[in-house]
């Protein structure tokens, strides 16, 4: 630059001629133009200026140059800013917009919510190349393997226990609100684990807790309207108990006129408001009643015919003090009631047969034949009348009976009868020929 200065002092500018565009050497001005010119005043500033016009030229190459490299940095690079305890979806969408991939790690942070940015590895204001990757670290909230000191939450109320919810992040501790008539409102009813292995010693923060707090005695409010459920299925009137939180209580009762299940009667009527947990009255049809009769106001034969809708079995049994046709006794009480459906057993109905009477059977029967006689004349009839036999000699036929200890007369229930039998060893005699009419004329 001095060198370059040089060529306009004094000295070197009189008489040469330097041509400033092209560089060339300086030359020589002929002394006829040098007496031409120095007619003329030469400017003292023009060196000044032409050293000026140089200086704004390399000015402004300079700012040329650092709009350049501004505009690049600009177009290219990116401020990073300081995500620490933004949401990792803001980080996403800064990413998105500005070129940036990002690298997310994960950790359990008790102090950042879940998805909050804990840390970043460039930090706040600084320039990120497009299209590079900027790493950041994530909360995943509080560990929930961590065990957890459970308090006496009965010695809490309902705000008491979300504070200590909210304080230790147990997220999975859910708190229940129920109407209780009895326990004030906001007071400790019970706490449930959601299994039988956890307890107040194992529990940590990612086991389900629920805590029930009462809110008091639920407002009486009369706004459900009765409808009117005569004669119908009982279903619909549990539905409609069920839906609306009205506590039922059925009675049934037999009924001539209503199929069994329906509804037969209602405490309130049709169109009468009443509110929830009140208590709703009903009776339920059994159907039509199976009814035991009275069989001691019928007799034997009166029994026999009547119209029964329960099973019935009529017999004889002789009785020692209780008059022939006359009642004795039923095995199933008179009155007993069943429903459609019901396994109803047998009821056995008895009169008497008056008392046992003894038959002759002699030359009537053979031996053969007193088994099936005493069955049917007696026992069959409860009477414990047995017999027992002995042989005798005798003409008539073997086998047949020809002695009776016992015959023609009343006996007790538990008689034994002795009966002879024939051994047919003995020649009858010869039958007795009738007289003839000479004999009785001459008897004559």
Not at 8 to 17: I, L
Not at 107 to 127: G, L, T, V
Request: hydrophobic content about 35%.
């Amino acid at each position: 630059m001095s060198d370059f200065l040089s060529n306009f002092s004094k000295d070197n500018y009189q008489g040469k001629e330097t041509n400033t565009d092209t560089k060339e050497p300086a030359r020589e001005i002929p002394q006829k133009k040098q007496e031409e010119e120095s007619e003329f005043e030469l400017d003292p500033d023009f060196q000044k200026k032409k050293i000026r016009r140089y200086l704004i030229l390399l000015a402004g190459c300079l700012l040329v140059l650092l709009v350049s490299f501004l505009v690049y940095r600009q177009v290219n690079y990116v401020t990073v800013p300081d995500f620490v305890g933004k949401e990792v979806s803001e980080v996403r969408k800064w990413g998105s917009e500005n070129q940036v991939k990002l690298d997310i790690a994960q950790e359990y942070d008790f102090d950042k919510e879940i998805n909050r940015i804990i840390s970043q590895a460039r930090k706040p204001e600084r320039k990120i190349k497009k299209k590079s990757t900027l790493k950041v670290t994530a909360s995943l909230g509080a560990n929930p393997k961590d065990q957890i000191e459970l308090p006496d939450f009965q010695a809490m109320n309902v705000e008491t226990a979300q504070a200590w919810i909210a304080e230790n992040k147990a997220e999975n501790v859910s708190i229940i609100e129920n109407f209780d008539e009895t326990v004030e409102k906001g007071k400790f009813l019970k706490m449930e684990f959601a299994n039988k292995e956890l307890d107040r010693e194992n529990y940590t923060r990612e086991d389900k807790l629920a805590l029930y707090y009462s809110k008091g005695a639920e407002p009486r409010k009369e706004d459900i309207e009765v409808p009117d459920f005569t004669k119908k299925p009982k279903t619909e009137l549990e539905e409609w108990a069920r839906k609306n939180e009205v506590h039922l209580e059925l009675e049934e009762v037999f009924s001539e006129s209503v199929l069994q299940g329906s509804v037969v009667s209602q405490d309130f009527a049709k169109g009468r408001e009443i509110a929830k947990r009140d208590v709703f009255k009903a009776s339920v049809s059994l159907g039509k009643p199976k009814i035991v009769p009275d069989f001691s106001q019928y007799t034997i034969s009166e029994a026999q015919e009547i119209e029964k809708s329960v099973p019935v079995q009529v017999s004889t049994i002789f009785h020692s003090s209780v008059p022939f046709g006359n009642f004795i006794s039923q095995s199933i009480g008179a009155g007993a009631t069943y429903k459609e459906g019901d396994d109803i057993p047998l009821t056995r109905v008895f009169y008497s047969a008056g008392r046992p009477f003894m038959k002759d059977l002699r030359n009537a029967a053979s031996e053969g034949d007193l088994q099936q006689i005493f069955y049917d004349e007696f026992q069959s009839k409860g009477a414990d009348i047995s017999y027992e036999t002995f042989y005798v000699d005798s003409s008539q036929d073997k086998g047949m009976v020809v002695e009776m200890d016992v015959y023609g007369q009343y006996v007790a229930l538990n008689a034994r009868i002795r009966i002879g039998i024939s051994r047919g060893n003995i020649v009858p005699p010869p039958p007795v020929a009738p007289p003839t009419s000479s004999e009785n004329q001459e008897d004559e």
